[in-house]
């Protein structure tokens, strides 16, 4: 598996937050950091996604946004 | 400061690569692992950005995608 | 605090919307024109942002899109 | 026209910087202010975008940022 | 109308879900391949957007993620 | 493999066009269709992407804009 995108590293699902339409996986990845993200409910059906699942969190760099505080 | 986004960590800045409207900065979060942001040379000049420096890195969680391989 | 991003004006929280999972914040920027974010009611708790705020408005300029009517 | 996003606003085209591949375009819009978009080349001249030009600023809510400094 | 995109298609609604704040459209696009959009409530009624609508679908090439399987 | 974008159909690599930095590689899709994704060009060479190579074209939903001409 080959991403195009620069960031993309392993995170394990530690909790799922369903909404109506749309849902919110959090996630631990390396370090204990934790990140999230949201999709819709029919792609985390179709992804067949639940706690303790191991998965690739993809970003494309132009998503990032830098500050300095 | 507080930021409408799930996933904002520190990072430190290890490299800068200019193209000729773009740049990509290279950086290190906790744990060794590497993120990078594209952003115009003009953001870049505002910033006052280097290497070394620290810096938030954001990112909405409606952009990060997950895949499960 | 500087931003990676060619467009951040200051806004002010005119109305918050709230969703299941999500919220919208309506903003109201110079000109009387309006601008919406949607975010996490996480964010959004994270953030205690509430109407009558005085907040940054971030857009990196990749996500801005021109169409020619 | 009708727009599938919360923001869209007229602006001014008032500066095309081009790169080798993208091109940033900055803008006026209401009250003084400015933004910017950064599209391909090819997107530019198949709008025949100019200096001068009245255009759609689009920003779907979900790409639109807070930060509470 | 011209698109500072490079990626812009006409598709055909055919399915409208709605969440509490948000909503996912269904399209059909050329060749019997299927696409969604996410958007807000206020959106689809300020687009007065309905199954058997043609639209143009929309998508800037910095969002577009490609993956080698 | 599994996703979590509602968008993501197979494509072959027609062009690639090369910048400083970024690169814009040009699909087909299904029915002759065009696409466009424009990644950095560290991306690039990580996937080792040609012309002629079938890749996945994902996009999430919240990504995707809906304009009704």
């Known amino acids: 598996m080959k991403y ?6 392993i995170g394990k699902v530690t909790e799922i937050k369903k909404g109506t ?4 996986i959090n996630l631990q990845i390396p370090a ?3 990140m999230s993200s949201v999709m819709t409910l029919d ?5 067949d996604i639940r706690p303790g ?5 993809v970003v494309k760099a132009v998503n ?6």
Do not use: P, T
Request: charged share 25%; with cysteine; proline share 0%.
């Open 21 to 24: 339409l749309m849902c919110q």
């Open 64 to 69: 990032v946004l830098l500050v300095k505080e």
């Open 4 to 9: 195009g995108a620069r960031n993309h590293i």
């Open 43 to 47: 792609s985390m059906h179709e992804m």
């Open 32 to 34: 204990d950091s934790l």
């Open 53 to 57: 699942d191991s998965v690739r969190v």
